[in-house]
């Protein structure tokens, strides 16, 4: 993802090294990264379905899209896990 963050909270005139270090910058990230995770949860929910048929109907992306579905299996519980991960799993033949 990007994009631009406008905060007052952070002072203009400091160094990039002890701007990193600044603790606000630091709950900024995390709440970021919480904002993130809970977008990507939603976009999931609301396409999944659209996504696992895409795999079917869009050959020239079925790779790409296959990278991004997820699946609960017997052996994942509540979890759910990566179309490579059930594979890896699988038994031969």
């Known amino acids: 993802m990007k994009g631009v963050v406008d905060s007052e909270d952070l002072p203009l005139n400091i ?10 910058l ?3 990230f995390k709440n970021l990264v919480k904002k993130c995770n809970g977008t ?3 976009f999931y929910e609301q396409f999944s379905k659209k996504l696992k ?3 079917h109907e869009d050959s020239t992306n079925r790779k790409k899209i ?3 579905i ?8 509540e979890d759910q896990v990566s ?3 059930y594979v890896s799993r ?4």
């Open 15 to 24: 160094s990039r090294e002890m701007l990193q270090q600044n603790k606000i």
């Open 26 to 28: 630091k709950v900024i």
């Open 40 to 42: 990507f949860r939603g």
């Open 53 to 55: 048929l895409g795999v």
């Open 66 to 68: 296959a990278d991004l």
């Open 70 to 77: 997820r699946f609960h299996t017997s052996a994942s519980g």
């Open 83 to 85: 179309f490579k991960e």
């Open 90 to 93: 699988m038994k031969e033949n």
